[in-house]
């Protein structure tokens, strides 16, 4: 099992940047997805991004919600076990909890279900 501690998020207006990072401790193998979901008030939680190193293509994946495919981008430091994501062009739609999280698999990466471990979330906001 692996422990996440999540750093960055605050307040920013319409169109900023900020950027998240996700420090894991303990199992974190390089096939398992890494990223991020998002929790807005009154909503469920939702996929961002996520990252993992594919042994079948032999490269790393990465894949994005499509709400945020070409503003977000997403780092990953497999020996460290660190993930980074960088927001740009921040809409107020964005506001929410954000939430580091790591999986086993990748065949539902865009599912909650599919992670195993999490992060206490830390909080974006985008003012207007």
């Known amino acids: 099992q692996a422990q996440l501690v999540e750093s960055g998020g605050g307040l920013v207006q319409t169109g900023g940047s900020l950027g998240l990072s996700c420090k894991a401790t303990g199992r974190v193998l390089t096939t398992y997805p890494m990223g991020w979901f998002r929790q807005a008030p009154g909503k469920e939680r939702e996929f961002v991004a996520a990252i993992w190193w594919s042994t079948a293509r032999v490269r790393e994946i990465s894949d994005f919600a499509d709400s945020v495919q070409g503003r977000f981008t997403i780092a990953r430091n497999f020996v460290e076990k660190t993930v980074h994501m960088e927001m740009n062009n921040l809409k107020p739609e964005d506001t929410a909890v954000y939430y580091c999280?790591?999986?086993?698999?990748?065949?539902?990466?865009?599912?909650?279900?599919?992670?195993?471990?999490w992060g206490q979330g830390t909080q974006v906001t985008v003012s207007s």
């Open positions: 999280a790591v999986g086993r698999t990748t065949t539902t990466v865009r599912s909650s279900s599919e992670y195993v471990d």
